[in-house]
């Protein structure tokens, strides 16, 4: 639909495979490089957008599938279009962020570490990593030293005024000593009480 709130990225195709340099596979200067995206038609009343990216078919050792994040990004100003490939702003100096992306912050991953991580299944099977862009009735004045998705989620409850989704595809030959579904994430999703206003 033509004025449907949509998320795209120049980088690939929704359900296209993610070149390597988003990746955590890739060369050592090119790798963990956040994807270009762009969105449209963003729904009236729009006070902030808000990103969540993962792999909805990470392995856990506890349960089958848990969703595994791999960035966070709150408080997208609705004037901007979209985010620059390798868009960064967590550990910056304001002087080093541009004028059009202050104010954004950057959430926890569960790698435990800020900022985006690239997609690196253990799986030959490619797994799909979905980027979900929320479009909220407000920014939040108040964000917690760590934001993370839990905290996010509780944050937006009742704030949402549409979703757009893009899913991109990658997966590799490394596997676990158990076969395909053997892998171990390095420590469970974070989780935290703390509250955004």
């Known amino acids: 639909m033509a004025d449907e709130f949509r998320l795209n990225s ?3 195709k929704d359900g296209g495979h993610i070149p390597r340099k988003h990746t955590a596979d890739g ?9 270009q995206l762009s969105w449209h038609n963003v729904p009236e009343g729009t006070e902030s957008l808000a990103l969540i990216m993962e792999d909805l078919d990470a392995p856990d050792p506890d349960s089958p599938i848990v969703p595994w994040v791999h960035w966070v990004v709150v408080n997208i100003p609705p004037t901007l279009h979209g985010l620059p490939e390798n868009f960064r702003v967590h550990g910056l100096d304001e002087s080093e962020i541009k004028k059009e992306h202050q104010g954004i912050a950057e959430g926890y991953n569960d ?6 991580r690239g997609p690196a299944p253990p799986t030959a099977a490619a797994h799909r990593f979905e980027i979900r862009l ?3 009735d407000k920014m ?12 996010l989620e509780d944050a937006m409850e009742g704030h949402i005024l549409g979703e757009a989704k893009l899913t991109g595809m990658h997966g590799h030959e490394k596997m676990g000593p158990r076969g395909n579904d053997s892998y171990i994430p390095p420590g469970h999703p ?3 009480p703390a509250q955004m206003r």
């Open 111 to 116: 790698f435990k570490q800020p900022g985006y």
């Open 140 to 151: 939040f004045e108040k964000l917690p030293n760590k934001i993370t998705k839990p905290v």
């Open 27 to 35: 060369t050592v200067d090119k790798k963990d490089i956040s994807p």
């Open 10 to 12: 120049s980088n690939f």
């Open 190 to 192: 974070m989780t935290s």
């Open 134 to 136: 929320y479009a909220l």
